[in-house]
């Protein structure tokens, strides 16, 4: 049992010293190093300016009364008249000095060489005065002493030794002279004549060392191992200077040449006799002399050696202390030993606050620097009171620098634990992290397989939600080409309407889910940002004018009309903006306007500009305090049961995400009955006017707007009003009987008849084993064989040759790709628009067959405007277009036979190519294309003859012949006129011309809406 405790102590103690390793080391090691420094002498300057401050801390001691100084001041130099004074002077002086019987006169002035008059009379005075001692200068430039006295042997050395930094620290007790003899100083020599009288003498007490007994005094020299001073700095016999005071009992030579100073004054005084002049530069640093002043106070040399004096007067009879040095190896041993405490107070303090959950830090050295260099200043002080210099500097360096590095050591290793333990819980992370990141993983592929699961549950029910619709809107179409009663007219456009209506809620829905998933991507064209805003208002037309609402639409001058960004999704939100406007807005105005954004965004390109689009309305405005639910996806201001409008809430939730895509944001400004204001901003770049493309494709041909007018998507109308047949032989693959009913009508309608439907890949397949066809128009969703493969199959058996358009009910983004990927040539959604299918057969088949009849010509049937006698030509283009009928109806009787089916038609597709050509107008205008604004009215003006319109002939007449006259007079395209007439008259015609274009697009409107109504 005995021995398991003792192994246990001994691990404990193990244990323990390892954890004190550092603590141990170090004080040894800084220790070495400030050893080094102190016998190299790094620090003495530290350490003399401390025992300095010591002097000045010390409380002032009461002045010797044992000494008199005459001094020989400025005033008493000029007394005298002269300096060296002569010889008869300072006979006189010291005859009356030793008058008074002194202990001890010191003549601490150099008199090697005689000063007439009366230097035999001063002979005399030395030669019968025992006492007197004088001085003589052995070190540097050496001066003799009196030779009276040096034959007396009543001379001493008045040499002064100062330290490294100029200050009188030590007093020579002795000194050898060049024949190596000792001389004593006159200080000591003073002083051991006084104690003399008093029956004390020196007495070697340690010769081996030099140390000598003197009264209650004992004196240990200055030597290379005590002390911090080179051997090359010690000579003689050195002590440490013990400091009495600065000041000691002076009278002048004048008071005392006078007679003012009684004899008595002297009686069994030490008396010394020396210059306190500043012009006999007889003065020396002192430990008194701060080196933070300035101009330290020096002392005179007669006070340096009354110290001397003083000093041992009061070591030999009163016990004063004698100044001593610690040896060296005391010194190494005292610097060990502050290092070891600040190692040990440093160690103590942290593992005690580690124990506790503390990091004191440096915090630590703080109290234990602060803690031991005050300790350590304590004790200095008090030695200093009992006669030893004891060194503070480097000990308190060394418990400083050990403190610190004892607190960066504990700081360390606290790191290298930390660190073990942060790569123990990297590890144990590492495996957390791994395991979560599995887990991530599999939430990752659920969250992806969600999101396939909502990606063809969206494509699935739009596909779903759209086959039904093409059948009802396509089917409503179809019926409202057929004769109809007013009522049954009205009843099916209710029901077209509806159908749309679901059809937006649809793409509304598809549209959230694609900006939800991050999917939406805008696109960056350049597009005519007018025409963009005008498309708008003709989109809406109907609905405003149903209501008696005005559209207008503003751009302001200082932004360009041409901008790059994305027109499709900029449109949506002013359709969706104004269309809500609509609704809202019982009478009144609707404006749409786009200015430049004032409001500074550090975040925009520096080629872009932030533009600002308002829709502002007249109508009931909304209430502050619900206008925070406008952006909120399916949210309402009235979300009753009983509110009056309806919607989805879908509508500005996309709006404020389209807008942040384009870089800006989206507000309203409103008050309850006062309108609103809804604006949003979005980031655009301005293009140059000639990269700028409007947003309907120009006429490709240059009987294009002719054509429209004549032609119907393959049925061809002559002259004389009979229809042609192109031979067209179409395939639909579709397996849904009520799309099938409705693409075989619309195509008839269009002029195609020779149609054939399948109702799968590969029953489609095997009719074109069976027989040829021009085109096919394919389904992507069917059973048996889908639309996809089906394709890739035709490509595989029949190659190119053989157009084939998809007709799908998929709206999705990719949809397309996917389409073109499996080889179809072209997309349509679903439902399908007779227009839009018109379009891509018109195209297709032209790529693929050589049109059998070319554009019927119109020239020989002179137009009704010519014809016709009660509309005047010059009439005022600003008329109001609904005051006069837009449409010859007997003419137009006559050119289609009476076919109300082929008129509804023939009157869509004029209106509809109308208003195209009007951007292409707007565009040859502003640029000043003359040539081609002249090609482009003349195709109206002829489009507009063969459809029996009127009033449009008449105006596109009017602008023909401005045109050409400009074209003629020499101006170039896209330029202004060169002197061809004044600026203010060029302005005139320009606006005239603008004038009559604006006249031209709203009369278009307005046939528009009356073709759409059938009211014709």
């Avoid at 679901?502 to 900006?515: C, E, H, R, W």
């Avoid at 999917?519 to 963009?532: Q, T, V, W």
Wanted: aromatic share 6%; proline share 6%.
């Amino acid at each position: 049992m005995g021995s398991r405790y003792a192994k246990l102590k001994r691990r404990r103690v193990r244990v323990r010293l390892w954890r004190w390793r550092f603590v141990l080391m170090t004080p040894a090691l800084v220790a070495a190093i400030f050893v080094l420094g102190q016998i190299w002498g790094l620090f003495r300057p530290w350490e003399w300016t401390v025992r300095d401050q010591l002097f000045r801390l010390r409380p002032p001691e009461a002045i010797d009364s044992r000494l008199l100084i005459v001094a020989i001041d400025e005033p008493d130099i000029v007394a005298v008249g002269q300096w060296p004074m002569p010889d008869t002077v300072l006979g006189e002086l010291l005859d009356k000095i030793r008058q008074g019987d002194p202990a001890a006169i010191g003549l601490d002035l150099y008199r090697d060489l005689p000063v007439e008059p009366g230097h035999e009379e001063l002979v005399e005075i030395f030669q019968t005065t025992p006492n007197l001692f004088g001085v003589e200068k052995l070190i540097g430039h050496t001066v003799a002493p009196p030779p009276a006295l040096e034959e007396l042997g009543q001379v001493g050395i008045s040499d002064l030794l100062p330290d490294a930094d100029g200050k009188i620290r030590r007093a020579i007790l002795s000194a050898e002279d060049s024949q190596g003899v000792s001389r004593l100083g006159l200080g000591i020599m003073l002083a051991l004549h006084y104690l003399e009288q008093e029956g004390i003498s020196l007495e070697p007490l340690d010769p081996e060392r030099m140390h000598l007994g003197l009264g209650q005094a004992r004196f240990v020299p200055i030597t290379p191992e005590v002390g911090d001073y080179f051997s090359e700095e010690i000579g003689g016999y050195q002590i440490p200077l013990n400091y009495q005071s600065q000041v000691f009992e002076t009278v002048t030579l004048k008071d005392v040449l006078s007679g003012t100073v009684e004899p008595e004054q002297f009686r069994d005084r030490v008396v010394i006799i020396g210059p306190l002049a500043p012009s006999l530069n007889d003065f020396f640093y002192t430990p008194y002399s701060s080196n933070l002043t300035q101009d330290p106070p020096q002392m005179p040399g007669a006070v340096v050696h009354a110290n001397i004096v003083s000093q041992t007067l009061s070591a030999a009879l009163d016990g004063r202390p004698l100044l001593r040095l610690w040896h060296r190896r005391a010194i190494w041993l005292w610097i060990l030993l502050w290092s070891g405490v600040g190692a040990v107070m440093t160690g103590k303090l942290l593992f005690w606050a580690r124990s506790r959950g503390y990091n004191l830090g440096l915090l630590a050295a703080v109290i234990t620097i602060t803690t031991g260099v005050t300790s350590l200043g304590i004790i200095v002080y008090i030695s200093f009171l009992q006669g030893w210099l004891t060194p503070l500097v480097l000990p308190s360096l060394a418990l400083s620098t050990t403190s610190i590095v004892i607190v960066n050591s504990h700081h360390l290793s606290e790191l290298r634990r930390a660190n073990r333990k942060l790569k123990q819980s990297s590890v144990r992370l590492a495996h957390r992290v791994e395991e979560r990141t599995a887990e991530l993983r599999q939430a990752l592929t659920a969250a992806e397989a969600a999101t396939v699961a909502k990606s063809e549950f969206l494509a699935n029910m739009s596909h779903e939600i759209r086959t039904p619709m093409n059948g009802v809107i396509g089917m409503t179409d179809l019926l409202l080409v057929s004769q109809l009663t007013p009522e049954q007219r009205d009843f099916l456009q209710t029901i077209r309407s509806s159908g749309e209506s679901l059809l937006a809620i649809v793409n509304d829905i598809l549209d959230f889910s694609k900006l939800e998933a991050g999917r939406m991507e805008l696109e960056s064209i350049p597009f005519n940002l007018k025409a963009c805003m005008t498309d708008v208002t003709r989109l809406l037309y109907a609905k405003a004018e149903s209501k008696g609402l005005d559209l207008r639409v503003i751009l302001d001058e200082d932004i360009s009309a041409c901008m790059q960004g994305d027109p499709t999704r900029l449109r949506q939100i002013f359709i969706n903006l104004a269309g809500n406007a609509i609704k809202f807005t019982a009478q009144g105005s609707i404006t749409l306007r786009a200015s430049r954004c004032d409001r500074h965004d550090p975040q925009g390109a520096s080629d872009s500009l932030l533009i600002r689009f308002s829709v502002k309305d007249t109508g009931i405005g909304i209430a502050p305090e619900h206008q925070h639910k406008l952006f909120q996806s399916f949210s309402q201001v009235d979300a009753s049961t009983t509110r009056q409008y309806g919607g989805t809430g879908l509508g500005l939730a996309i709006c404020k995400q389209l807008t942040q895509l384009m870089g800006g944001e989206i507000g309203v400004e409103s008050q309850w009955g006062q309108g609103s204001t809804f604006w949003f901003t979005a980031r655009m770049k301005p293009v140059t006017t000639g990269v700028c493309e409007t947003l309907r494709p120009e006429p490709q041909s240059p009987d294009l707007i002719t054509v429209a007018a004549n032609t119907v998507a393959g049925k061809t109308v002559a002259a004389n009003g009979d229809p042609q047949q192109r031979p067209v032989k179409i395939l639909v693959v579709e397996d849904t009987p009520v799309n099938q009913k409705v693409v075989r009508n619309q195509l008839k309608l269009i002029g195609y008849l020779d149609v054939v439907c399948a109702d799968n890949g590969q029953i489609a397949l095997d009719r074109l084993a069976q027989e040829s066809f021009n085109i096919i128009l394919m389904d992507c969703q069917m059973p048996v064989l889908d639309g996809y493969e089906t394709s890739r199959r035709i490509r595989q058996q029949y190659g190119d040759r053989l157009p084939i358009i998809a007709m799908t009910a998929h709206a999705l983004d990719g949809e397309r790709d996917k389409c073109l990927a499996a080889g179809m040539d072209d997309y349509i959604t679903k439902p399908v628009k007779r227009e839009r299918l018109a379009e891509r057969l018109e195209f297709w088949l032209d790529q693929s067959l050589p049109t059998p009849n070319g554009p019927a010509d119109t020239s020989s049937t002179p137009p009704p405007q010519e014809r016709a006698t009660s509309q005047d030509p010059s009439q005022d283009p600003s008329q109001d277009p609904a005051a006069v009928a837009l449409i010859d109806a007997e003419h137009l009787a006559s050119i289609t036979g009476g076919d109300l089916e082929f008129q509804q038609e023939l009157l869509e597709i004029f209106s509809d190519d109308a208003i195209q050509s009007i951007d292409a107008i707007k565009i040859a205008l502003e640029q000043q294309d003359w040539q081609g604004l002249y090609q482009l009215a003349h195709k109206l003006k002829g489009a507009s003859s063969s459809a029996a319109i009127l009033r449009i002939p008449d105006l596109a007449r009017q602008l023909e012949s401005q045109a050409q006259a400009y074209h003629e007079e020499g101006l170039p395209n896209h330029g202004g006129r060169h002197g061809a007439a004044p600026v203010t008259q060029a302005k005139a015609d320009l606006h005239q011309l603008h004038e009559i274009v604006e006249t031209l697009e709203s009369t278009l409107i307005q046939l528009r809406f009356k073709v759409e109504r059938g009211h014709f």
